[in-house]
């Protein structure tokens, strides 16, 4: 896990957040990750769900742009947060 990878696990912990290690497999090779879940009730998502998204988007493109990705998964039940 890269140094980035390992911060953004950090600030993620210290909200609350408990992010779980995941490899990815590309055409061009393996990519590390963090999955964070969520999970919601019912049907669709709440608008705390589109704000816990949002926030964590946010802080990931903000201070890790050219080293990390954040992709929605699972109609929002979970945020992967990829190596580029």
């Given at each position: 896990m890269t140094?980035?990878?390992r911060n953004a696990k950090k600030w993620?912990?210290?909200m609350?957040?408990?992010p779980e290690k995941i490899v990815l497999t590309y055409?061009?090779?393996e990519k590390q990750g963090l999955r964070v879940d969520?999970?919601?009730e019912g049907p669709y998502p709440g608008n705390d769900v589109f704000q816990i998204h949002?926030?964590?988007?946010?802080h990931i493109s903000r201070h890790y742009r050219n080293s990390l990705s954040v992709e929605s998964r699972?109609?929002?039940?979970?945020?992967f947060?990829?190596?580029q």
């Amino acid at each position: 896990m890269t140094t980035k990878l390992r911060n953004a696990k950090k600030w993620l912990e210290e909200m609350q957040f408990t992010p779980e290690k995941i490899v990815l497999t590309y055409p061009d090779g393996e990519k590390q990750g963090l999955r964070v879940d969520t999970d919601y009730e019912g049907p669709y998502p709440g608008n705390d769900v589109f704000q816990i998204h949002n926030m964590i988007r946010s802080h990931i493109s903000r201070h890790y742009r050219n080293s990390l990705s954040v992709e929605s998964r699972g109609h929002y039940t979970a945020v992967f947060i990829i190596e580029q």
